[in-house]
């Protein structure tokens, strides 16, 4: 077979195996908006994970401490020698119930038995009624806490989702205004560059010392140098974008939501710290927490008070032995009447219940402290937010005025009436009111999303968040 052939056979087993087994496209998209990186993050971020899955095992958890009813069934066989010698065995179900209210019940039943063994029915119910009844019974305890955690995992899954959400908005914006100010810096290097070759050009003809030339060069560089480390730093930012989404790290996807312009209306200070207070999902876990706190108290002195419980109890057999048959009502029995007992060493009871005191006490100044954090929360984004406010104001009336500098100066150098160190004092002051303008919009933006969820609001229903 020639060469070539060969070679051609090769090829076409080559493209028939890479077409097997497809290489898996990048999903990593080229461009990313707000509203993806955070749809993003709520897949991938492994706090929201973390506290899905909690919350799925407190839902089983709840689910569990539901069921009050248990039914199982049993068959027993055994042999015996000697004086014993014969075998026996039986088929037996049982039924069991634990009330919310504390009554315990037992059903017990043995259809089939054989040898040794005898047929019958047992019943029995136990209700308290002086200690472990009613909310401080042990299943209406387990019930509560089950509820009580199902509670607190949804209000921490909010939390998280809350947090990344927070996370990935600021990562997102700082990162636009990182690639913001390449432009800025790129602009100033153009301004810088233009007044260098006019330098030089003005040099050339002897209309000005070469120390305007080495001036213009000298800020060219620098620019350069100060435009090198915004490019780097765009980078770092959109790497922190990419950790707090959760995946891509190391990629740089386009982004495309810019930072909105925003003239919301919020309540006054105070009116703002209550509405955070009566929102605050912290809040709301100290107080579940709280009244599970003040159910063990209960619970607690409950236990070191005597107990009197109702019993009732019914059990009937069957008389047949060996090979004989009877009925398994052949003897029957009932009994009821009233346990009593008191617990005469009270010592571990009694520092149960100082413990659960001082764990109620703790968690008291734990709730006061977090009312205080929040109402401190909701102040800073108020003073963030107006401070912003104020620099962009300030900042927006000396934008004008900067660039109106900047073309006087440009317009004197062309008419050799003065130095290029005023064309690049005037750049370098537009460049940072530009870049101050940027930063001052971020930190409005930014600290109106923070304003919003130290007030309770849920971040995934603003509109700049889902548009």
Same mark, same amino acid.
């Given at each position: 077979?020639?060469?070539?052939?060969? /070679?051609?056979?090769?090829?076409?087993?080559?493209?028939?195996?890479?077409?097997?087994?497809?290489?898996?496209?990048?999903?990593?998209?080229?461009?990313? #908006?707000? /509203?993806?990186?955070?749809?993003? #993050?709520?897949?991938?971020?492994?706090?929201?994970?973390?506290?899905? *899955?909690?919350?799925?095992?407190?839902?089983?958890? !709840?689910? &569990?401490?539901?069921?009050?009813?248990?039914?199982?069934?049993?068959?027993?066989?055994?042999?015996?020698?000697?004086? *014993?010698?014969? @075998?026996?065995?039986?088929?037996?179900?049982?039924?069991e119930y634990n009330g919310l209210g504390g009554m315990q019940s037992q059903v017990e039943v043995t259809p089939l038995a054989a040898g040794d063994d005898s047929g019958g029915i047992s019943f029995s119910v136990k209700q308290?009624?002086?200690?472990?009844? @009613?909310?401080?019974?042990?299943?209406?305890?387990?019930?509560?806490?089950? +509820?009580?955690?199902?509670?607190? /995992?949804?209000?921490?899954?909010?939390?998280?989702?809350?947090?990344?959400?927070? @996370?990935?908005?600021?990562?997102?914006?700082?990162? +636009? !205004?990182?690639?913001?100010?390449?432009? +800025?810096?790129?602009?100033?290097?153009? &301004?810088?560059?233009?007044?260098?070759d006019g330098a030089r050009k003005r040099a050339e003809a002897g209309l000005v010392a070469e120390i305007e030339v080495s001036r213009a060069e000298i800020r060219v560089a620098r620019t350069k140098d100060e435009l090198n480390r915004k490019?780097?730093?765009?980078?770092?930012?959109?790497?922190?974008?990419?950790?707090?989404?959760?995946?891509?790290? @190391?990629?740089?996807?386009?982004?495309?939501?810019?930072?909105?312009?925003?003239?919301?209306?919020?309540?006054?200070?105070d009116q703002a710290v209550r509405i955070a207070r009566d929102g605050s999902v912290q809040l709301k876990i100290y107080d579940q927490r709280l009244q599970d706190n003040r159910r063990d108290l209960d619970i607690s002195a409950d236990k070191l008070k005597p107990s009197l419980d109702a019993v009732v109890s019914y059990k009937s057999g069957d008389s047949g032995t060996g090979s004989s048959i009877g009925s398994i009502f052949d003897d029957t029995a009932l009994t009821a009447g009233l346990q009593f007992s008191v617990p005469l060493d009270k010592r571990i009871l009694r520092e149960e219940k100082d413990g659960t005191a001082r764990d109620l006490n703790l968690l008291k100044e734990l709730r006061s402290f977090e009312a205080d954090q929040v109402a401190g929360n909701v102040r800073a984004a108020y003073r963030a937010r107006e401070t912003a406010d104020n620099t962009l104001r300030i900042l927006g009336q000396n934008l004008e005025t900067a660039r109106e500098n900047l073309r006087l100066a440009q317009r004197m150098v062309e008419e050799g009436l003065s130095s290029n160190r005023d064309v690049l004092e005037a750049q370098e002051a537009l460049m940072t009111v530009e870049s101050g303008l940027l930063a001052a919009r971020l930190n409005f933006y930014l600290a109106g999303i923070n304003l919003r969820k130290a007030m309770g609001e849920d971040l995934l229903k603003l509109k700049t968040v889902l548009q």
């Open positions: 077979m020639p060469s070539a052939v060969r /070679r051609e056979i090769f090829a076409v087993i080559a493209i028939f195996m890479l077409s097997a087994f497809p290489v898996q496209a990048d999903v990593q998209p080229a461009k990313l #908006s707000l /509203r993806e990186a955070v749809s993003l #993050s709520l897949k991938s971020n492994p706090d929201i994970r973390r506290a899905e *899955d909690a919350l799925v095992a407190s839902e089983s958890g !709840l689910r &569990i401490a539901g069921i009050n009813t248990g039914i199982s069934v049993g068959v027993g066989t055994s042999y015996g020698t000697g004086s *014993d010698a014969g @075998g026996s065995g039986s088929l037996s179900g049982k039924w308290p009624i002086s200690r472990g009844k @009613g909310a401080l019974s042990t299943r209406a305890d387990a019930l509560a806490d089950a +509820v009580s955690s199902r509670l607190i /995992r949804e209000s921490q899954l909010f939390m998280a989702r809350q947090t990344a959400v927070s @996370g990935v908005i600021d990562a997102y914006f700082n990162a +636009v !205004l990182a690639t913001e100010e390449i432009k +800025v810096q790129e602009r100033a290097l153009a &301004i810088a560059q233009e007044a260098a490019v780097q730093g765009a980078r770092t930012a959109t790497d922190k974008l990419m950790l707090a989404i959760g995946e891509g790290l @190391g990629r740089s996807p386009e982004l495309t939501t810019a930072v909105p312009e925003i003239a919301e209306s919020f309540p006054d200070v």
